[in-house]
């Protein structure tokens, strides 16, 4: 992998050198040589073969809430959008989490030689202006301007007491 010399040997033709010690590369696992050096008949350069060893990402949602219909994207630090979450290799990883009902939720976490289960909590969503989710109404409606209208979700209701800045709806 990194074209270092390990072990040379001087071998008659027709026989067979021997294999060195296998070679030790962080995060991977040897899997063999790349040619075979039995029945040797001419000059051979053999390099050793490895794969990338992976991990399993879980996330589980401290509430209990079911994560089966959530979409769930992961990032390596190259940007690089992760499809299989059972082949994740070690590493710095960034994390969103959509699921209907729910303020969407960001983070991070880090891959370090196991499996990764990613605690969480998801925040049910009260009230939405435009794309932005809002786990309480009061935040929310801080956050309207004039000319936006703020949607309550799940059966909310605005309070009499509740201040409405003007020209929001």
């Known amino acids: 992998w990194d074209d270092r010399v390990i072990d040379t040997q001087t ?9 060195p010690e296998a070679p030790a590369r962080e995060g991977y696992t040897f899997t063999g040589w790349d040619v075979a050096f039995n029945n040797v008949t001419e000059s051979l350069t053999v390099k050793a073969q490895y794969e990338i060893k992976t991990y399993t990402v879980s996330f589980v949602d401290t509430n209990a809430v079911d994560l089966t219909e959530a979409t769930i ?3 390596n630090s190259n940007n690089e959008l ?9 590493g710095a ?6 699921l209907d009902g729910y303020v969407p939720l960001t983070g991070s976490f880090t891959i370090a030689d ?10 049910a969503a009260v009230a939405v202006i435009g ?16 000319g ?3 949607v309550l979700l799940k059966n909310h209701t605005l309070s009499r007491n ?3 800045k003007s020209g929001v709806t």
Do not use: F, M, P, Q
């Open 82 to 90: 992760i499809a299989d979450l059972t082949k994740v290799a070690n």
């Open 73 to 75: 994207e992961v990032w």
């Open 148 to 150: 936006t209208t703020v």
């Open 162 to 164: 509740a201040t409405v």
């Open 131 to 146: 794309d932005t989710y809002y786990a309480d109404l009061v935040t929310a409606l801080d956050n309207a301007t004039s």
């Open 93 to 98: 990883y960034s994390y969103k989490i959509s």
């Open 114 to 123: 196991a499996d990764k289960e990613v605690e969480l909590t998801l925040l």
């Open 11 to 19: 071998v008659a033709h027709g026989n067979s050198a021997r294999a």
